[in-house]
């Protein structure tokens, strides 16, 4: 290839992962919100456990009152080789969190190359208990997730958005007692 020619496929090469940037761009804006992003943070706890969307369920009347118990949904993505234990939820503006499993109370397993999803119906909960402020929808505190083997990850978690009201889950009819077959 003739010299100029190669100049000219550098210099391509160089603009083309510069094309994709704008000031639109939320990795090159940092702090700017994303359209139709999480709700709730993400975290890396290792190179193999992230936390995900970590959200306080929206109030039934919009507000958590001191004194009041606050369920969070988030995610927990394992893809290493190893199973790991969520062990404690923590934080300065609560005393306790429940971690139970099936109704029990328990540690919350996140099998190896597996997700967990905590707050969705017949899955494992959390819920922090004797909430010490106030708090409203995109207001946050601070909760500490602590893992058997990875650690601990803290994040600012916030309630989530309005328009996301906890409602009832619809109830499928039982396929036994279908009276049309």
Known sequence: ???????????????LPLAACSPDDPV???????PGGAVGPDAAVTEDLSVLQVQFEYPLDGVYDEGEDARLFLGIANTGTEDDDLLDVTGPDFPDAELTVDGEP??????????????????????????????RSSQSIPVTLVFEDAGEVTLEVPVAAEGQDPTAPFDFPDPAEDPTT
């Open 1 to 15: 290839m003739p010299p100029h020619r190669r100049l000219a496929a550098a210099v391509l090469a160089a603009a």
């Open 106 to 135: 328990t540690a919350i397993r996140v099998p190896a190359n597996d997700n967990v999803y905590v707050g969705a119906e017949g899955a494992p909960s959390i819920v922090v208990e004797d909430l010490q402020t106030s708090l």
């Open 28 to 34: 090159v804006d940092r702090g700017s919100e994303v």
